[in-house]
């Protein structure tokens, strides 16, 4: 792939730090993080928010791929910014994408902080097929308004509500998702075989990246484990564990002072 994917910025000087969204997400669910980083007058970091592919504005796929991802996430960076460098932030999907970028374009990252996710093999999308089956039920074609879409999604959680509606969009009289919810749905069916749960044996190729790599942990999440240690300073030698107690998966939603705070000292370590 290497058509550009959709961008936002926030900030007009300061170093350039890339946010990559989870699964389901987008660019701009990093955006209260990027304000803040920027700053009022917008000096503090140039912040590009990114729509991965599949997701948001960005293009669609027809087969999932991290080193796909990976690429064109380095061809954006390139193109917004050539020759330069990048603090690159990934969440989730985002952080096995940032990951890859590391091991597949050392040359564009210049630290990289990971997380709430490790460089392994998930096993499956078990957790996310709930979803799925509830985005592919709505009946786009009878939606007379997002208050009606609202209403007939059988998500009981108001926030994963919110969090999963953000993708729904409506050109003129027409509604559809911006997700590519069939390319996901392909992959979930493949069990134990996904690819979006797992993580790509290619970059085992690769030297490890020799950068410096923040890899933030929920403290109540289960996706880092205490032996996924080891599997991640093999990639990144130099990575440090930072945990924030109390969040969860959703780290950065749920203690953005503190990941804003992290975010600061990596783009100005001497604060």
Known sequence: ????????????????????HG???????WNQIAKALAGQDGTGARCLLIDLPD??????????????YADAVAATLRAAAPGETWTVVG??????????????????????VVVDIAPKDYGSLERFQGYIDEMLALPLGE????????????ESNPGVKAFLLQNLRRDGSRWHWQANLDLFAADAALGHESRIAGWPTSVDALPPYEGPVLWIAGGDSPYIQREDGDTMRRYFPLAR????????HWVHTEAPEIIVGALQRVLSPER
């Open 241 to 248: 564990q930072f945990t924030i107690k109390g969040a969860g």
């Open 143 to 154: 939606i007379q308004s997002r208050a009606d879409a609202e209403a007939r999604f059988e």
């Open 23 to 29: 699964l389901f997400g987008q660019g701009r669910n």
């Open 55 to 68: 997701h948001g504005r960005s293009p669609w796929t027809e087969e999932f791929s991290f080193e796909a």
């Open 91 to 112: 969440h989730s999907l985002g952080g096995k994408t940032a990951m890859v970028l590391a091991l597949q374009h050392p040359d564009l990252v210049d630290h990289l």
């Open 1 to 20: 792939m290497t058509t550009r994917l959709n961008t936002l910025s926030v900030g007009t000087a300061g170093p350039r730090i890339a946010f990559l």
